[in-house]
């Protein structure tokens, strides 16, 4: 098989890459980013792209699944608007661009909470994406929304506090639809469901992605 991807860099696009690389079903696995990388691999072909010039780069987006996992958040991307291009405008483009292609199987990494009518703006961005992507009609597609990611090594100071905080929550039995998730776990949950799932569309949400 042949695999695309955007968001290879970020905490579940390494993971999802590493065991892309590992898996012997798939014997090509191309990589979308805006920087150079440094690692490579027999399997892996790494692509410098402009992401803001799609038709550049459209015609290289032919494979048998494709997997979104780009993202940001406000602090890092500065402002709303530059957080909906990461968010929206790239990932949805890469799918518009997989679809006309004729990619059988896409993958979106979306958040727990997405419903385009939420009244607070993050949720509401992955809502809109969520709905976006399948209006495009995939004959497969995978929406994951999961919960709070435990990413290796992070330095994410209010982010760890959060996983602190619900692991210890977890533990006396509270919200535990919303126990955090590895990233090294989501991305074996990804792979798992691209390759035991029907044709359609499905939502894998919280606590029912670890029972993929």
């Known amino acids: ?8 860099t970020g905490a579940t696009g390494k993971d999802l890459l590493s065991q892309l690389l590992a898996d012997d079903r798939y014997t090509q696995v191309h990589s979308f980013v805006r920087k150079p990388t440094t690692f490579t691999h ?8 402009n992401f803001d010039a799609p038709d550049t780069w459209a015609d290289l987006l032919c494979g048998d699944v494709a997997f979104s996992c780009l993202g940001t958040t406000l602090a890092v991307a500065g402002s709303k608007e530059a957080q909906w291009r990461v968010d929206y405008d790239y990932q949805y483009t890469f799918a518009q661009q997989c679809r006309n292609n004729g990619v059988s199987t896409f993958v979106l990494v979306s958040a727990a909470g997405a419903k385009a009518q939420s009244k607070l703006f ?29 990413r290796s090594n ?8 959060t996983v602190k ?3 210890f929550l977890n533990k006396l039995g ?21 390759h ?15 029972e993929i």
């Open 154 to 161: 992070s330095d994410r100071v209010g982010e760890n506090f």
């Open 174 to 194: 509270i919200l535990k639809r919303y126990r955090p998730m590895p990233t090294t776990v989501l991305a074996e949950k990804m792979l798992s469901a691209v």
């Open 122 to 150: 993050y949720n509401r961005m992955k809502g809109q994406l969520e709905d976006a992507v399948k209006a495009l009609d995939f004959p497969r597609l995978l929406i994951f929304q999961p919960s709070i990611l435990i």
């Open 1 to 8: 098989m042949k695999a695309l991807i955007i968001g290879a």
């Open 196 to 210: 035991n799932s029907p044709k359609g569309t499905f939502t894998f949400a919280l606590d029912k992605i670890f």
């Open 42 to 49: 027999p399997k892996l072909h790494t692509h410098v792209v």
């Open 165 to 167: 905080a619900f692991k």
